[in-house]
């Protein structure tokens, strides 16, 4: 208990204490008085006096707080987004803790809560912004061949483009991609083209030669080539993957990604063997076997000649020496020939001759019941009705 400095009939207000949880808050205190139980009481008293009269307030961000005290504490964005709103200049992608003035719980003392997640910001984000923190967008494409008459033409029937193989042959073929992310120093982008096998059990063996029919001295050995005046261009040349063992020809991507991840290229290729040609230096194959599409891919280098494939889709081509009307009429590459095309006719020479059997004997079955249909109803024992009833019954 304080003791009593002021004499009480003095004329001087007298207060009580406004501490909330101060045992003696109906006791009536002199100037002098209060100093005292104030040092003696609550010396914390002035600090939560001007905590409570000054509204919570954000101090600018800091990266690493070097040290903490008194009543602030550590919030994350996330906590500070409900005291302002964000903007492109407030938005940083690397946790950011920021420090918030606030009055501590009466009672108690000052918490310290530390986040490490930073908050979303309302700011544009470009390709290169979603692969840097790695949700990666998913390249695609979109790609147009144009077709020209005798020389390179698409069949609805079969969903194939007819492509004229040969020395002269051409597919002229315009690519668009997106979301292509900016390249760093030392990177380029390739487009490689090489045909693969229809035929599942032949997809492994790759297509690495040209036939001796069409392999010409002094002409390079490979599959899919440039066309002609194409071969110096400087952005062509031919090699065997790796991988595989297939034959490849690879196309540098030259003109500029756009800034929303757009890339656009154009290729001209020829393919100097048929479908029907001996492909493959290690295997002989049959008709089926030989049957290719063309698997096109965007490839990325890195300056240590790392390679990674950011997209592919694939082509139908059907390499012909001539296109004709019978071919864009057919449905299928090939029909069944030989044992195989035996086969297929004993089979549907089958279900033709069970498909009449069952036929006749629904016949019989419908006449031997309207004979005795006919007998019950001049016996009396079913009306006409109830026969036709009958007889219309599954």
Same mark, same amino acid.
């Given at each position: 208990?304080?003791?009593?400095?002021?004499?009480?009939?003095?004329?001087?207000?007298?207060?009580?204490?406004?501490?909330?949880?101060?045992?003696?808050?109906?006791?009536?205190?002199?100037?002098?008085?209060?100093?005292?139980?104030?040092?003696?009481?609550?010396?914390?008293?002035?600090?939560?006096?001007?905590?409570?009269?000054?509204?919570?307030?954000?101090?600018?961000?800091q990266?690493?707080?070097?040290?903490?005290?008194?009543s602030?504490?550590?919030?994350?964005?996330?906590?500070?987004?409900?005291?302002?709103?964000?903007?492109?200049?407030?938005?940083?992608?690397?946790?950011?803790q920021?420090?918030?003035?606030?009055?501590?719980?009466?009672?108690?003392?000052?918490?310290?809560?530390?986040?490490?997640?930073?908050?979303?910001?309302?700011?544009?984000?470009?390709?290169?912004?979603?692969?840097?923190?790695?949700?990666?967008?998913?390249?695609?494409?979109?790609?147009?061949?144009?077709?020209?008459?005798?020389?390179?033409?698409?069949?609805?029937?079969?969903?194939?483009? *007819?492509? #004229?193989?040969?020395? /002269?042959?051409?597919?002229?073929?315009?690519?668009? +991609? @997106?979301?292509?992310?900016? $390249?760093e120093?030392?990177?380029?982008?390739?487009?490689?083209?090489?045909?693969?096998?229809?035929?599942?059990?032949?997809?492994?063996?790759?297509?690495?030669?040209?036939?001796?029919?069409?392999?010409?001295?002094?002409?390079?050995?490979?599959?899919?080539?440039?066309?002609?005046?194409?071969?110096?261009?400087?952005?062509?040349?031919?090699?065997?993957?790796?991988?595989?063992?297939?034959?490849?020809?690879?196309?540098q991507?030259?003109?500029?990604?756009?800034?929303?991840?757009?890339?656009?290229?154009?290729?001209?290729?020829?393919?100097?063997?048929?479908?029907?040609?001996?492909?493959?230096?290690?295997?002989?194959?049959?008709?089926?076997?030989?049957?290719?599409?063309?698997?096109?891919? *965007?490839? #990325?280098?890195?300056? /240590?000649?790392?390679?990674?494939?950011?997209?592919? +889709? @694939?082509?139908?081509?059907? $390499?012909?020496?001539?296109?004709?009307?019978?071919?864009?009429?057919?449905?299928?590459?090939?029909?069944?020939?030989?044992?195989?095309?035996?086969?297929?006719?004993?089979k549907?020479?089958?279900?033709?001759?069970?498909?009449?059997?069952?036929e006749?004997?629904?016949?019989?079955?419908?006449?031997?019941?309207?004979?005795?249909?006919?007998?019950?109803?001049?016996?009396?024992?079913?009306?006409?009705k109830?026969?036709?009833?009958r007889?219309?019954?599954?």
């Amino acid at each position: 208990m304080c003791s009593e400095l002021w004499p009480r009939d003095s004329p001087v207000e007298l207060q009580r204490c406004p501490y909330p949880l101060c045992s003696n808050d109906t006791t009536l205190f002199s100037p002098i008085e209060w100093v005292v139980h104030e040092q003696e009481q609550h010396p914390d008293y002035a600090l939560w006096q001007d905590n409570l009269n000054t509204p919570p307030t954000l101090s600018p961000p800091q990266p690493t707080p070097s040290e903490i005290t008194g009543s602030d504490v550590c919030l994350s964005q996330s906590s500070t987004a409900m005291l302002s709103t964000p903007t492109n200049q407030d938005h940083n992608p690397d946790p950011v803790q920021a420090k918030v003035a606030l009055p501590p719980p009466i009672g108690g003392s000052v918490q310290e809560f530390f986040f490490e997640e930073p908050i979303p910001s309302s700011f544009s984000t470009t390709v290169d912004d979603i692969h840097q923190v790695g949700l990666v967008a998913d390249v695609e494409s979109t790609f147009i061949i144009h077709q020209k008459e005798h020389w390179c033409v698409y069949s609805p029937n079969s969903k194939y483009y *007819l492509i #004229k193989s040969g020395m /002269d042959g051409k597919m002229a073929m315009d690519i668009n +991609f @997106k979301n292509v992310a900016q $390249l760093e120093p030392g990177e380029t982008l390739w487009i490689t083209m090489k045909l693969k096998r229809n035929h599942d059990n032949w997809a492994a063996v790759s297509v690495d030669r040209v036939c001796p029919l069409h392999c010409q001295k002094g002409a390079v050995q490979h599959n899919i080539l440039p066309v002609r005046g194409k071969e110096n261009d400087g952005r062509y040349y031919n090699d065997f993957c790796p991988e595989e063992g297939s034959s490849v020809l690879y196309y540098q991507c030259l003109n500029p990604i756009g800034s929303d991840g757009s890339l656009s290229e154009a290729v001209a290729v020829r393919y100097p063997c048929f479908d029907s040609c001996q492909t493959s230096s290690q295997h002989k194959l049959y008709e089926p076997a030989r049957d290719c599409y063309m698997v096109v891919q *965007l490839e #990325k280098r890195t300056a /240590d000649d790392i390679r990674s494939v950011l997209h592919d +889709f @694939k082509v139908n081509t059907w $390499l012909c020496a001539q296109i004709d009307a019978e071919k864009l009429a057919k449905t299928c590459r090939r029909k069944p020939k030989g044992a195989a095309a035996q086969q297929a006719g004993k089979k549907r020479r089958l279900e033709a001759q069970a498909a009449i059997k069952t036929e006749l004997e629904d016949n019989f079955d419908t006449e031997t019941w309207i004979q005795q249909g006919k007998r019950l109803i001049l016996a009396g024992k079913i009306t006409p009705k109830e026969a036709l009833r009958r007889l219309q019954a599954p």
